[in-house]
Antibody, heavy 120, light 113 residues
Framework: QITLKESGPALVKPTQTLTLTCTFS?????????VGWIRQPPGKPLEWLAL???????RYTTSLKTRLTITKDTSKNQAVLIMTDMDPVDTATYYC?????????????WGRGTRVTVSS | DVVLTQTPVSLTVTPGEPASISCRSS????????????LDWYLQKPGQSPQLLIY???NRASGVPDRFNGSGSGTDFTLKISRVEPEDIGLYYC?????????FGGGTKVEMK
């Protein structure tokens, strides 16, 4: 059974750097699959942010590419998202999700999300 | 970037009646290399994380009732619920993963009459 859990600060100040950790179980990112990050501002739609594959291939959304870094630590079963220069518009619930099951790369299992507020 | 436009934005349904959501893409989502169409559907129930309903155009995810069906081709896609149940309320999103960046539609809110 695959599970994922997001962790990180609930509150960050403008201009600070946000580091979010996705800790997962039930699969290994050393030999298959991928982990993605998706966010949802309050009352707004889902927005895909980044994806890291088992072979360390990384993909980012166009508008935030300069601010995002995604990494993985296979020994800890974690995927980490770093977002620099945080702004109040980055206030959102951030989800990580597994990709690569079902023989496809849809996001088949999601974490519960972690809410991040950007405010001074 | 590929833009996905969902209609309607909101939908009020009667239990037991059918419902349909449209998702239109700014580009074809058909991959001629492998003949797959990379369009997925997700449901976000109130207060919950999104869950996968349909992947690669028309494949139901594990545990998804057969009243949910995905169809379409090229740039026009539809999610149909044959008989809506009260537990089907929430926000429905289409998502394309043929091209990076992955993009989501704006969502359709389904409410019960």
């Amino acid at each position: 059974q695959i599970t994922l859990k997001e962790s990180g600060p609930a509150l960050v100040k403008p201009t600070q750097t946000l580091t979010l950790t996705c800790t997962f179980s039930g699969f290994s990112l050393s030999d298959d699959g991928a982990v993605g990050w998706i966010r949802q501002p309050p009352g707004k739609p889902l927005e895909w942010l980044a994806l890291i594959y088992w072979d360390d291939d990384k993909r980012y959304t166009t508008s935030l590419k300069t601010r995002l870094t995604i990494t993985k630590d296979t020994s800890k079963n974690q995927a980490v998202l770093i977002m620099t220069d945080m702004d109040p518009v980055d206030t959102a619930t951030y989800y990580c999700a597994h990709s690569g099951g079902l023989g496809s790369y849809a996001f088949d299992v999601w974490g519960r999300g972690t809410r991040v507020t950007v405010s001074s | 970037d590929v833009v996905l436009t969902q209609t309607p934005v909101s939908l009020t349904v009667t239990p037991g009646e059918p419902a349909s959501i449209s998702c239109r893409s700014s580009q074809s989502l058909f991959d001629s290399d492998d003949a797959y169409t990379y369009l997925d559907w997700y449901l976000q129930k109130p207060g919950q994380s999104p869950q996968l309903l349909i992947y690669t155009l028309s494949n139901r995810a594990s545990g998804v009732p057969d009243r949910f069906n995905g169809s379409g081709s090229g740039t026009d896609f539809t999610l149909k619920i044959s008989r809506v149940e009260p537990e089907d309320i929430g926000l429905y999103y289409c998502m394309q993963r043929l091209k990076y960046p992955i993009t989501f539609g704006g969502g359709t809110k389904v409410e019960m009459k």
